[in-house]
Nanobody, 124 residues
Framework: QVQLAESGGGLVQAGGSLRLSCAAS????????LGWFRQAPGKEREFVAA????????YYAGSVKGRFTISRDNAKNVVYLQMGNLKPEDTAVYYC?????????????????WGQGTQVTVSS
């Protein structure tokens, strides 16, 4: 069982930056690929980014590529999402997810474990 807890959400102005963190309670953190998803009110869940077990490979949705960076610290059991040049359309609840597989990351991926989410609001 893996428990994921996101933090770092909040209110930021357009053009600003925010860093999300997701702490995992597991001794096998290194065995999981990790990712971030988001869901805005009235919209379907959207894939944001994923990172491989070692952190050596990353994958981004086109809407955030070049603005967001995913990283992980396997010593601390934490995955991060550094978000820059934020836009009002980035407003959503952001969810951290863990899965044993690094393949198939996208909107339809049904990850093994999910966090509760953290709200990010970008004002114009």
């Amino acid at each position: 069982q893996v428990q994921l807890a996101e933090s770092g959400g909040g209110l930021v102005q357009a053009g600003g930056s925010l860093r999300l963190s997701c702490a995992a309670s597991t001794r096998t953190f290194r065995n999981y690929a990790l990712g971030w998803f988001r869901q805005a009110p009235g919209k379907e869940r959207e894939f944001v980014a994923a990172i491989s077990w070692s952190g050596g490979s990353t994958y981004y949705a086109g809407s955030v590529k070049g603005r967001f960076t995913i990283s992980r610290d396997n010593a601390k059991n934490v995955v991060y999402l550094q978000m820059g040049n934020l836009k009002p359309e980035d407003t959503a609840v952001y969810y951290c997810a863990a899965d044993a597989s690094y393949t198939g990351w996208g909107p339809a991926k049904n990850c093994d474990y999910w966090g509760q989410g953290t709200q990010v609001t970008v004002s114009s």
